[in-house]
């Protein structure tokens, strides 16, 4: 059977954990330039309907590191769901290919490409949700802390696909995770409730950004208008106001705070320079941790632990 990786979720806590133990060893392997190359003679087909820096140069160069080789496809390569049908292409993939990585706009586009292709896909961002990244920002604060416990996550802005993600690893792994938000704009309805239904973590999701991040360990931003939703950035511009991560809003948690963003940031709309520049800032480590953590994720679905 072969193993995808679309959702927090697909993992159990103890996977979750084994993948940051894989991903801290690859990390060393590919920092002391070893001779490490479990991809030898493989590739990896990356599909993108949608822009990306961090996603497509991680996934390549870790792909390569590894051994292996990846390929590029634009979004006017394949135009998943308008050229051909997701069926098809994903069955015409897997004759190719031993791998697939895929970011789109329509999350039920990713479960269709998975459910037709004999070979494992990685969801690299939809609509829905965008589990690298989040498996990455985890790894990330366990780096810097050297533990998960007693954790409080605050994130403030958007109820989108990177809190979506949030909320599925609080299903898995227990911290006190908030969404401080404007309202009509909370994350999906279903997605809080199964994450408040493991019983592991508290879920909260709160309108009040300065009474949100008393005690925050980290605080945690993402843009205002996702992509695909530029369109609405000068309604959402109003909407958000009171929502920017600002110094004032990293003092405000009364203790010693990370700050985290998924990149790319709109300095000066959802954070500032001061604090993107701040001794806090750890989001470039976040950025690169993202190809670590993809490749122990690749390193696992494929059974090559
Ligand atoms: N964080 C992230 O996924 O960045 P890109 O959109 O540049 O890939
Ligand atoms: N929420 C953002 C994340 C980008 C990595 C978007 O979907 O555009």
Redesign the pocket.
Known sequence: MKRDFLHIIDFSAEEIMETFQLAKEVKTKIINRENYKPFKDQTLAMIFSKPSARTRISFETGFFRLGGHALYLSPNDIAVGKREAVKDIARVISRYNDMIMARLFEHAHILELAEYASVPVING?TDFN?PC?IMADMFTIWEHRGHLKDLKIVYIGDG???VHSWLNLAARLPFHFVCACPEGYSPDSETIKKAKESGLSTIEVSHDPKKAVNGADVIYT??WA??GQKQELEERVKRFKGFQVNNDLMSATGKETYFMH???AERGRETTDSVMESKASIVFDEAENRMHVQNAIMLKIAGKE
Do not use: E, F, R
């Open positions: 961002l965008h990244q989108n696909n990177i993402d843009v996702s992509m998924c990149l790319p």
